[in-house]
């Protein structure tokens, strides 16, 4: 699509969306950091004030991610391992970091469609984790927002 074409809504729409995704990426790499030193989240959240994509990110959303993830862990980790065909133990901390905080969203935004959690979630996956990290993320997700969002994820499968 031409720029020309785009209309206001969709031009803002745009930089919302940026700021959403790089709300996430940070919210990846605070929680990341989280989990593999267990630095104070005031430390962590100073380090993520000088990341280079700060000033482009939904300061809001990126603060109610990372919080949301470190100070309510465990609670997401008892709701997502029925759906893990593996112990937490055994997640990379990517795969870990990236469940946490898509388990946030899901709980905390239900105004925003599943499926955009879930495919930022393995965006966020395919570029900083493993190989085939995207698709564990996929399936364990899929089935955690099914049993989350029954109605919804019930509408959307039938609508394709």
Known sequence: ????????????????????????ELALKGTYQWLLSDNP??????????DEDFPGADHELMLELLRGAVSRADLWRAELTPFLRRRVEELSP?????????AVELHAHPETAYKVILNEAIELTKRYGGTDGHKFINGVLDKYAAALRPDEVRSARKSH
């Open 1 to 24: 699509m031409n720029e020309e074409l785009l209309t206001s809504a969709e031009e803002d729409r745009a930089p919302r969306r940026q700021r959403r995704r790089l709300a996430r």
């Open 41 to 50: 989240l005031a430390q962590i959240e100073a380090q993520l004030a000088h």
């Open 94 to 102: 990517v795969e870990h970091a990236v469940l946490l905080i898509a």
